[in-house]
Structure formats: structure tokens, C-alpha cells
């Protein structure tokens, strides 16, 4: 009973956060939803990329080089990983066509929704205060930043990852 509790939660989180969704119990709905979490996730990462940019900016005109290539480099695996999830395939037959699928299936593709909604906004809040930092004139924890952030996004892209891998290997019952 508690984990159910659990599921509507997550479920309601996402709903809360992402106009439009609905969840993927319904067959026909399966498709839009996911598009939908894609959509926003896809926009959280360019909101961040386009904050990188704004940081890449002003480190360059007030720092070396070498400072503003590690940003650089971090703008462009955010690129990636933002194209990645943004033109995912829809091509999951298993997932998105099947008539019935195991509730543990749906419980776990909310998980990852709620896990990576939540890691694009985290992600989008640490970057807003990386530039703050930066546009503040406090250019001391560059390489921190850098850092932290390019470990965040490599395990976002993980995530994104391991959620493709619960959609292709649903099977059908």
C-alpha cells in the first residue's frame, strides 16, 4: 500500500511540474507523454546551455583562455546530451504499442521521469548559480564548477541512458 502511495506521488510530482502530462497507463497516451517529459527535459538542458554560454561569455572577456575551454567543452556535452533526448526514438514498440504492461514497467518509467525532470531542473538551478558566481566577479571556483557540472550531466546522460534500456526491454504481456 505504501508503494503505491509512492507511485501516485511521483506521478503527481511530474504532473505538477509538466503541463500536459498524464501519465502512460493509457495506451494511446503513451506516446504523447513521453514527449512531453522529453520536451521539457530537452528545454531545462538548453536553458542551462544557454546559461553556460552567458558564463563562457564573461569568463572569456575577463579571464585567460584556458578558463573559458573547459566551459566550452561542458556546452558542448550538454549540446549532446540535450539532442539526444530531445530526438530520442519513439520507436519503442514494446512500451508505447502494448495493450497491457506490467505495472512495475509504468511504476519504473515514472521513476525515471521524476529522476531526470528533476536533474534537468537541478541541473538548470546549479548552472543559474555558477553564473551569478561569475557575473558577481568571482572567478576563484571556475574549476569546481566545471567539474561538478560536467559530472552532473554525464549522469544525467546515464539516467536518460538506463531509462531507454526499461523502454526497449519491456515486454509485452
Known amino acids: ?94 512500451f508505447f504499442d502494448a495493450t497491457k504492461i506490467d505495472e512495475d514497467d509504468l511504476d519504473r518509467m515514472i521513476g525515471f521521469d521524476t529522476q531526470l525532470v528533476d536533474g534537468a531542473k537541478g541541473l538548470a538551478q546549479r548552472v543559474q548559480a555558477f553564473k551569478d558566481e561569475v557575473q558577481a566577479g568571482n572567478f576563484d571556483n571556475l574549476e569546481a564548477y566545471e567539474s561538478e557540472l560536467r559530472k552532473t550531466v554525464e549522469g544525467f546522460e546515464t539516467s536518460f541512458d538506463q531509462r531507454k534500456d526499461v523502454i526497449e526491454g519491456v515486454e509485452v504481456g
Open 1 to 94: 500500500m505504501q508503494r503505491i502511495g509512492e507511485d501516485e506521488q511521483l506521478l503527481e510530482k511530474i504532473m505538477l511540474v509538466i503541463p500536459g502530462f498524464r501519465g502512460y497507463k493509457a495506451k494511446e497516451q503513451r506516446r504523447q507523454a513521453d514527449k512531453i517529459v522529453r520536451d521539457y527535459v530537452s528545454a531545462r538542458l538548453q536553458d542551462a546551455r544557454n546559461m553556460l554560454q552567458d558564463v563562457y561569455a564573461i569568463v572569456a572577456e575577463n579571464k585567460a583562455s584556458e578558463a573559458s575551454q573547459p566551459i566550452d567543452r561542458l556546452m558542448a556535452i550538454l549540446d549532446r546530451v540535450s539532442e539526444k533526448v530531445h530526438h530520442a526514438s519513439y520507436g519503442y514498440a514494446g
